[in-house]
């Protein structure tokens, strides 16, 4: 019975250790040099070095809702109207109206996947085969890059 009163005990002060580090005050490098005041420019009087400022100042990281907004908002006017919030649907709509004449029948909106379909029946049977199948499978867009490591190097051994 010790032992699960141990064990329990264990547990709740390594989530109370996490809470601690998830929420804590601590802050990074990066936050200390930004609050950092900025050295002294020089006087007009003394000359001036050809190296430049000692450190440039960063822009200012936008999160990824800033930038999301950012792309809606087409006029820049910090609002996004029901037309600029609805432009991407139209877009889309558009490219699945190909008579353009402003409505969807099931023809045009099931036009990529009739071809994507005729592409893959490879002996035309009207039917796919596990192996015709296999070819239509989506393309996945890769977001993270290859990871570009150096190779090992041969150890020794012995």
């Known amino acids: 019975m010790w032992r699960y009163l141990l064990a329990g005990l264990a547990l709740a002060s390594l989530v109370g250790a996490g809470w601690l580090m998830f929420y804590g005050e601590a802050r990074s490098d990066a936050a200390v040099r930004r609050t950092a005041t900025p050295p002294a ?3 007009s ?10 450190a440039l100042p960063e822009a200012p990281e936008r999160s990824r809702e800033q930038k999301r907004f950012d792309r809606y908002d087409k006029d820049r006017d910090a609002t996004i ?4 919030y609805l432009l991407s649907r139209r877009k889309a709509f ?7 004449d402003g409505h969807l029948s099931f023809d045009e909106w099931s036009a990529k996947t009739a071809k994507r379909f005729a ?13 015709e199948f296999a070819t239509t499978k989506p393309k996945r867009k890769n977001r993270r890059p290859a990871c570009a490591c150096p190779p090992a190097s041969a150890r020794d051994d012995d």
Do not use: I, V, W
């Open 94 to 100: 558009a490219k699945l109206d190909l008579n353009a």
């Open 81 to 84: 109207t029901r037309e600029e």
């Open 45 to 54: 009087d003394s000359p001036q070095d050809d190296a430049g400022p000692a």
């Open 119 to 131: 592409d893959a029946d490879a002996d035309r049977s009207g039917g796919l085969t596990a192996t």
């Open 41 to 43: 420019l020089p006087s």
